[in-house]
């Protein structure tokens, strides 16, 4: 199975910070990797995919990069709708895996 | 537009069997895959497995001895039935639809309790 180590586990951002999430995968995955907010309680809304097409009516300051093993999520310009948690999802290979999440606050 | 729904007991005996039903709308299931993700209390999202347009299945090794993922297209509902239940099944349960190799629109899940 493909690992998907992401990291930091939490982060605390002020407002108008840049953020940035980072997955690894333990092979090659081909750009197929996706991002996620989940808020609390709602099921998670995807942000990017293909590494870095932005999912439509997602806000502009969400990007995402990468390619071979290593991926990021930058947020430019943390704003407060954006705490929740993020999660990177791997669709390369079977069984699809995903990170283990990245809890973003305000500070 | 493009819906998904989940449907459940809520709360199962452990050792019991979990059935649970997608119901979808805007699309059909005869052209796009269906997965089951599910979520335990405060814990990251597992793959479980995949109803594929053409009617195959695959699964997470992991659940595969418990696992069965079927569907009525003429109801356009995809079934979830895992057996065996224990404590650590409890979690919220997700379809979501397959964009080749990416998952765009998601139930808003529902929480299944394995409890006595």
């Known amino acids: 199975d493909i690992q998907m180590t992401q990291s930091p586990p939490s982060l605390s951002a002020s407002l108008g910070e840049t953020v940035s999430i980072e997955c690894r995968a333990s092979e090659d995955i081909y750009s197929n990797l996706a991002w996620y907010q989940q808020k609390s309680g709602k099921s998670p809304q995807l942000l990017i995919y293909y590494a870095s097409s932005l999912q439509d009516g997602v806000p502009s300051r969400f990007s995402g990069s990468g390619s071979g093993t290593q991926y990021s999520l930058k947020i430019s310009g943390m704003q407060p709708e954006d705490e929740g948690v993020y999660y990177c999802?791997?669709?390369?290979?079977?069984?699809?895996?995903f990170g283990s999440g990245t809890k973003l606050e305000i500070k | 537009q493009v819906q998904l729904k989940e449907s459940g007991p809520g709360l199962v005996q452990p050792s019991q069997t979990l059935s649970l039903t997608c119901t979808v709308s805007?699309?059909?299931?005869?052209?796009?895959?269906v997965h089951w993700v599910r979520q335990p209390p405060g814990k990251g999202l597992e793959w479980m497995g995949r109803?594929?347009?053409?009617?195959?299945?695959s699964y997470n090794s992991a659940l595969k001895s418990r696992l069965s993922i079927s569907r009525d297209t003429s109801k356009n509902q995809v079934f979830l039935k895992m057996n065996s239940l224990q404590t650590d099944d409890t979690g919220t349960y997700y379809c979501t639809r397959d964009r080749k190799g990416y998952f765009d629109f998601w139930g808003p899940g529902t929480m299944v309790t394995v409890s006595s």
């Open positions: 805007g699309f059909s299931l005869t052209s796009y895959n």
């Open positions: 109803m594929r347009y053409n009617g195959d299945t």
């Open positions: 999802l791997q669709g390369s290979k079977y069984p699809l895996t």
